[in-house]
C-alpha cells in the first residue's frame, strides 16, 4: 500500500536552532514529493517539491528538503528555526504511476514547536 | 491568499442533514480535489475533478457527492450527516503543465469547518 510516514506528532526546538521534520515514504516507482504547512485556521500552505535532479531542495520561507532514495526520505529541513515557523507541516507524495493525475497522498503531519 | 476560494467558512448542522460546500478554484485552474481533515483520519483524499469530469476517487463515502460545473467551481454534497463527519473540508486546484497533467502542487482553501451536532 502506498502511503508517506512522519514518525514524529511533535518536534521541539528552541529559536536560532536548526530543526528537521522527518518523511519517509513507500511508494511505486520514483514519486513527487512535497511539504505543505499549515497554521492554525488556515488552509494548507505549499512550501517546497521534488520532482527530479539535485537532491536538495529549496523551498519558501527559508526551508529545505532533503530527497534520499536509497531510505525513501524526505526530511525538512532550516537551518536556523524561528518562533513564526511554529505550525503543523505535512508531507505528501504523488505516485507516478497514479495516471498523471494529482492525487496526493498526506502523511500525519507534525507540530512544530519553537521556543524563543 | 492561494486564491482559491471556500464557502462556507463554519456550519454548524445537525444529524441527518445536508449541506454543500462550494469552491471556486484559482483563475485557470482546471482541476479541483476535495479533502477532508479530521483529528483521527488526518488529510484524506476525497475525489478529483477535471474539467467537469470526475478523475480520482479516494475515501468517499457513498452519502457524499461531489460535482464541477462548466464555470469549473465545485460543490460537495454531504447527506445523512452524522456526529462522525464533522471535520475541515478543504478545497485545492492545481496547476496545468499541460493538457491533462499536473506539475504537482495544489493550492488550498481556507476550508469548511463542518460542525455536526
Known amino acids: 500500500a502506498q502511503s508517506v510516514a512522519q514518525p514524529e506528532d511533535q518536534v521541539n526546538v528552541a529559536e536560532g536552532n536548526p530543526l528537521t521534520v522527518k518523511c519517509t515514504y513507500s511508494v511505486s516507482g520514483n514519486p513527487y514529493l512535497f511539504w505543505y504547512v499549515q497554521y492554525p485556521n488556515r488552509g494548507l500552505q505549499f512550501l517546497l517539491k521534488y520532482i527530479t535532479g539535485d537532491n536538495l531542495v529549496k523551498g519558501s520561507y527559508g526551508f529545505e528538503a532533503e530527497f534520499n532514495k536509497s531510505q525513501t526520505s524526505f526530511h525538512l529541513k532550516k537551518p536556523s528555526a524561528l518562533v513564526s515557523d511554529s505550525a503543523l507541516y505535512f508531507c505528501?507524495?504523488?505516485?507516478?504511476?497514479?495516471?498523471?493525475?494529482?492525487?496526493?497522498?498526506f502523511g500525519a503531519g507534525t507540530r512544530l514547536a519553537v521556543h524563543p | 491568499d492561494s486564491g482559491v476560494t471556500q464557502t462556507p467558512k463554519h456550519l454548524i448542522t445537525a444529524t441527518g442533514q445536508r449541506v454543500t460546500l462550494r469552491c471556486s478554484p484559482r483563475s485557470g485552474d482546471l482541476s479541483v480535489y476535495w479533502y477532508q481533515q479530521s483529528l483521527d483520519q488526518g488529510l484524506q483524499f476525497l475525489i478529483q475533478?477535471?474539467?467537469?469530469?470526475?478523475?480520482a476517487k479516494g475515501n468517499i463515502l457513498e452519502r457524499f457527492s461531489a460535482q464541477q460545473f462548466p464555470d469549473l467551481h465545485s460543490e460537495l454534497n454531504l447527506s445523512s450527516l452524522e456526529l462522525g463527519d464533522s471535520a475541515l473540508y478543504f478545497c485545492a486546484s492545481s496547476v496545468l503543465h499541460r493538457a491533462g497533467v499536473d506539475t504537482g502542487e495544489l493550492f488550498f482553501g481556507e476550508g469548511s469547518r463542518l460542525t455536526v451536532l
Open positions: 505528501a507524495v504523488r505516485p507516478l504511476l497514479s495516471g498523471g493525475y494529482n492525487k496526493l497522498i
Open positions: 475533478y477535471y474539467n467537469g469530469e470526475e478523475r
